[in-house]
């Protein structure tokens, strides 16, 4: 039976009838002692975090729950609630639009920094970005805002804990250094300030405490799920049936050859 029990291999969890442990930890010693951003931290990492690093993670994932009904994902759920579609339907609809362009920038930051870093740290932080927008063009990930102008109000704020945190010896603090850099120079080579969004200060935060990149997306899936559910489970309190994009009144601009008219 060893290719039937090798055919799939976990060290996440071992359980058996009346038996439960993930990552070594029985269930129930874990159940009403462990917060869900711990037990999110000991899933992915296999060790328990200190009571400071969970509040760091805590405070990422807090910060990306929601940014309204006009990002992509949340409005793909709520559309698709209208479609008839139940709870668990319309969440997988918006977690699936988050992809490279529309909730990847957290962790192609982490990547940059990670490169800023491996080059010798802020000095390098030009050489970095050169090599970098060769190689993915002009965008660096992490800065500015569509929508938030001149700051998006949950950098700062997360900017200050990390700050704290790196006082306290809790962090490094050099991937906070290096994301202040490339302000510095996106400052320098634009002649205007182009501040840390929320992308960029939750990878510094992800960076500083040893997620690898990938996971910086997959965290922030984690978190704009619980926005995604919200919206989803309000469009079905207040009902609707195949609501598109736009009110019906409106047309979308039409490009093709003349129409023919009776």
Not at 91 to 99: R, S
Not at 176 to 198: T, V, W
Not at 222 to 227: E, F, I
């Amino acid at each position: 039976m060893t290719d039937v029990a090798d055919w799939w291999r976990t060290s996440i969890i071992d359980m058996e009838p009346g038996r439960i442990a993930l990552r070594g930890k029985p269930i129930q010693d874990l159940i009403g002692n462990t917060s869900f951003a711990e037990t999110i931290w000991l899933m992915l990492r296999g060790t328990r975090p200190t009571s400071d690093q969970v509040a760091l993670l805590e405070a990422a994932l807090v910060a990306a729950v929601d940014h309204g009904p006009q990002a992509p994902s949340v409005a793909a759920a709520r559309m698709a609630v209208t479609c008839g579609l139940p709870l668990n339907n319309a969440m997988a609809t918006g977690v699936n639009m988050l992809g490279d362009v529309h909730g990847g920038a957290g962790e192609q930051a982490v990547d940059l920094f990670n490169l800023i870093d491996g080059l010798g740290g802020p000095d390098a932080t030009a050489e970095a970005i050169s090599l970098w927008q060769e190689a993915h063009g002009p965008y660096l990930p992490g800065f500015g805002h569509r929508f938030h102008k001149p700051t998006d109000p949950r950098a700062p704020r997360l900017l200050a804990l990390v700050d704290e945190a790196a006082a306290a010896g809790i962090i490094n603090g050099r991937y906070a250094e290096i994301a202040r850099a490339i302000e510095a120079y996106l400052a320098a080579d634009r002649n205007k300030s182009i501040p840390m969004n929320i992308d960029g200060a939750t990878a510094v935060i992800y960076a500083e405490l040893g997620f690898p990149a990938p996971l910086a997306r997959g965290l922030f899936c984690l978190s704009r799920s619980v926005g995604i559910l919200a919206h989803a489970w309000e469009q079905m309190e207040q009902g609707g049936r195949n609501k598109g994009p736009t009110p019906p009144a409106y047309r979308w601009t039409y490009e093709g050859n003349p129409s023919a008219k009776d």
